[in-house]
T-cell receptor, first 112, second 116 residues
Framework: GQQVMQIPQYQHVQEGEDFTTYCNSS?????IQWYKQRPGGHPVFLIQ?????EVKKQKRLTFQFGEAKKNSSLHITATQTTDVGTYFC????????????FGAGTQVVVTP | GAVVSQHPSRVICKSGTSVKIECRSL??????MFWYRQFPKKSLMLMAT?????????EQGVEKDKFLINHASLTLSTLTVTSAHPEDSSFYIC????????????FGSGTRLTVV
């Protein structure tokens, strides 16, 4: 079945530094979504990528979808303490009836 | 924006009892809702897809008699954990597609279930 792998599982970042989390799918995706879950909270939708090679930016966050639509990345520049949380990618295939397959998540800890 | 309300947020129950978790879409109709289970510092594991007016679709390995799902209306889905055991203790969370395909899914706030 479809597998979505995400690395790293844990990222310790100094405030002001950049970091990237990567997502890889074993199958081609129709789209990929990214969510952020704060400690003790629930996942909150960040963005959806649909097109091959698509790049979207949200302030300090840059999201990319690979040309083959099997991988994606989230790059955060100048990390702030408000970036603390777990970032999940979630992929959907054309035959998955809307179901999202979540990656394991990257837990981000920011040191002031 | 779309809001999904989930109750209760926390529940402690004794082994052998049943617990019902409700998930309501407040400002939109949700023909489909998804139920997830999340272990500490782990990813979200899809348990089942709840379909309004029809039977839920369960993922492989999820016991349908253990986790009863009812989606009786376009705004309410319920998950009942029957004959709960300590190993059922977890964070249960629902989601629905509230704003159309380009806006992702809206998640409820989750229910922390502890079985003692």
């Amino acid at each position: 079945g479809q597998q979505v792998m995400q690395i790293p599982q844990y990222q310790h970042v100094q405030e002001g530094e950049d970091f990237t989390t990567y997502c890889n799918s074993s199958t081609t995706l129709s789209n990929i979504q990214w969510y952020k879950q704060r400690p003790g909270g629930h996942p909150v939708f960040l963005i959806q990528l649909v097109k091959s090679g698509e790049v979207k930016k949200q302030k300090r966050l840059t999201f990319q979808f690979g040309e083959a639509k099997k991988n994606s990345s989230l790059h955060i520049t100048a990390t702030q303490t408000t970036d603390v949380g777990t970032y999940f990618c979630a992929g959907r295939t054309t035959d998955s009836w809307g179901k999202l397959q979540f990656g394991a998540g990257t837990q981000v800890v920011v040191t002031p | 924006g779309a809001v999904v309300s989930q109750h209760p947020s926390r529940v402690i129950c004794k082994s052998g009892t049943s617990v019902k978790i409700e998930c309501r879409s407040l400002d939109f109709q949700a023909t489909t809702m998804f139920w997830y289970r999340q272990f500490p510092k782990k990813s979200l594991m899809l348990m089942a897809t709840s379909n309004e007016g029809s039977k839920a679709t369960y993922e492989q390995g999820v016991e349908k008699d253990k986790f009863l799902i009812n989606h009786a209306s376009l705004t309410l889905s319920t998950l009942t954990v029957t004959s709960a055991h300590p190993e059922d203790s977890s964070f249960y969370i629902c989601s629905a597609d509230g704003q159309g395909g380009n806006y992702g899914y809206t998640f409820g706030s989750g229910t922390r279930l502890t079985v003692v």
